[in-house]
Structures are given as structure tokens and as C-alpha cells.
């Protein structure tokens, strides 16, 4: 299995990015979806998506990020908005493989999204 991140960046207050994560080797998946680690904090979920059903975005983002799915090409998104310093973070991609669940199978190897003016 390998996870694929591109879209990390540099962005202003107020700005938006979109992320997106493309696994190969794999034969479909339960779940994909984003986790991310700001310097000396524990990495946290922050949105995920089954591949049948809805999705699941945390609270601290809510109403600014949007995580969205492409099954035929098994590809994650997320599209953020009104990003805000306390965005900054590597943001890590995951899948899983076996059950519909934020718990990951495998990561990705993580994409820098710095929110500072």
C-alpha cells in the first residue's frame, strides 16, 4: 500500500488549500481520510470519509473543511477554507482496508500546511 499527499503549502490567513491523497495497491478500501500533527502536539483526526456513507469532519474545523472521496480513482481530498494559524500542521492521509473506521491501515507520509501572515 502506498499513500500518496500532494497540495501542502504556504497560505495567509483567510486562504484555502486543497489536499489530496492517492493510494495505490490496494483493491478498493473501508475508509480514507486525514489526520494532522502541529509541532510537540499528538496527531489528531481531522476528517474522514467511508467509502459508502457519510462523512466525518471534527469540530475544530467544522463549517471550514470539506473532505470528499473519489472511488475509481481511490483518491482522498480535503479542501480547506478560512485557513487559521492554528491550522499549521503536517497532515497525514490515511486508509483503511478492512473496516469502515478512522483507525488507519496506513499512512501517508505527510504534507506541511504552514497558516501564518
Same mark, same amino acid.
Given at each position: ?27 478498493? %478500501? ?34 471550514? %473543511? ?27 492521509? %490515511? ?23
Amino acid at each position: 500500500v502506498q499513500l500518496v499527499e500532494s497540495g501542502g503549502g504556504l497560505v495567509q490567513p483567510g486562504e484555502s488549500l486543497r489536499l489530496a491523497c492517492t493510494a495505490s495497491g490496494i483493491f478498493g %478500501f473501508y475508509a480514507m481520510g486525514w489526520y494532522r500533527q502541529a509541532p510537540g502536539k499528538q496527531r489528531d483526526l481531522v476528517a474522514w470519509a467511508p467509502s459508502i456513507g457519510s462523512t466525518n469532519v471534527t469540530d475544530s474545523v467544522k463549517g471550514r %473543511f470539506t473532505i470528499s472521496i473519489d472511488l475509481a480513482q481511490d483518491t482522498v481530498y480535503l479542501q480547506m477554507h478560512n485557513l487559521k494559524p492554528e491550522d499549521t500542521a503536517v497532515y497525514y492521509c %490515511f486508509v483503511n482496508l478492512h473496516v469502515s473506521s478512522p483507525l488507519p491501515d496506513a499512512w501517508g507520509q505527510g504534507t506541511q500546511v504552514t497558516v501564518s501572515a
